[in-house]
């Protein structure tokens, strides 16, 4: 198949969890033997090449600001696709659901997967919060397909719409990562840090961490890995805090993003907002004890293999921390319980496998 993927910042993967799985499933396709191409946002993607581990890389223009990057950098992928034979367009982002109709008046099938409930995201005001509702109800006669990546979305779509969806899980990597480059940089030591990664946004809660933490009494070190475009005060904010022991990183991905997660003591997971999100499967699969705001989404991907902590009351943060800080024997037992549930139910291959059987569906309609 000619498969057309859009709605994301594009590949080589330089800032969430949308990037990150575009880079790890559309690989996979070609290596399954079909064309891929992936639209990258001018803005974002600084790569020379046409092709990425075999997938092909168009980059398009958008408009850098907060309400109109994803939705004008979206339309002008779709309108490009129009003109271009694909057997799939797959598209991401609910509020992408608009724009699904361009490639089907070409009756090209358009699969939209359309991530968590973004409306809830403290950083939209009243006019965003609208958009995504309405955008969620497009997507449930617009494009060909739906893809919901938890089950918790996927009872929210059936409950509110009545609307079937297809559940594809996130994946998780399968490696071992044996160098420290990026702990060297950062004058870290293997299991000698409780590492933090997310979108420095409000409802992913990095100052309930960094507060939690300042309470704590460890050495150890806290890594804050993360940045975001729209959001310089509330970071800038977090950064005012006096503990020595709290480290803020920006965004790192590739090698100094696996060599985090594979080295950290914990990982806290502080989210509040979403679906399944990408950088708590992929703590999972480095074998790391989980640390979980506690949300319907997150005790769906870790059931009992994690530890979790109050939604509402900030002291439990702080207890948590503490109680694995105090507890070694607990992080490793709990690593081995994430490691076999993450081997069982996140296998990437898997995924690409069911994504390639949905893009088959469409295709043949």
């Not at 309400?67 to 309108?79: A, K, N, Q, R, S």
């Amino acid at each position: 198949m000619k498969i057309a993927i859009m709605g994301t910042r594009g590949i080589p993967a330089n800032y969430g969890g949308f990037e990150t799985f575009i880079e790890n499933l559309a690989p996979r396709l070609v290596r399954r033997g079909h064309e891929v191409t992936v639209y990258g946002r001018s803005n974002m993607i600084d790569y020379d090449d046409d092709y990425y581990e075999g997938v092909r890389i168009k980059i398009l223009p958008t408009i850098s600001h907060k309400y109109l990057d994803t939705v004008v950098h979206t339309f002008i992928c779709t309108v490009h696709s129009f003109f271009t034979r694909y057997d799939v367009v797959f598209i991401c982002n609910s509020a992408n659901a608009i724009f699904t109709i361009i490639p089907r008046l070409m009756r090209k099938p358009v699969v939209l997967n359309v991530d968590g409930l973004e409306w809830k995201r403290q950083k939209w005001n009243w006019a965003g919060k609208a958009f995504y509702k309405i955008s969620e109800f497009m997507a449930t006669f617009l494009p060909s397909k739906i893809v919901t990546d938890a089950l918790d979305v996927q009872r929210y779509y059936k409950e509110k719409f009545n609307k079937d969806s297809t559940f594809i899980p996130y994946g998780a990597p399968e490696e071992e990562i044996r160098s420290t480059t990026i702990l060297q940089r950062y004058n870290l030591q293997s299991r000698d840090y409780v590492l933090y990664v997310s979108r420095m946004e409000p409802e992913n809660n990095a100052h309930r961490v960094v507060s939690a933490f300042e309470k704590v009494n460890t050495t150890k070190k806290l890594v804050m890995v993360g940045d975001a475009p729209y959001s310089t005060n509330y970071i800038a904010n977090l950064k005012k805090t006096t503990d020595p022991r709290i480290i803020f990183t920006g965004y790192v991905f590739g090698e100094g993003y696996k060599q985090l997660q594979s080295n950290a003591y914990y990982y806290i997971q502080a989210t509040e907002v979403g679906g399944t999100h990408p950088a708590l499967v992929e703590g999972m699969g480095y074998g790391n004890c989980i640390l979980a705001n506690d949300v319907p989404e997150h005790r769906e991907v870790l059931g009992d293999a994690g530890v979790y902590f109050s939604r509402t009351d900030q002291q439990d943060v702080v207890n948590k921390m503490q109680y694995l800080l105090d507890n070694p024997k607990l992080v490793e037992e709990r690593r081995r319980v994430v490691l076999q549930r993450v081997r069982a139910n996140y296998n990437w291959e898997r995924i690409t496998q069911q994504y390639e059987s949905l893009f088959r569906q469409v295709a043949k309609k």
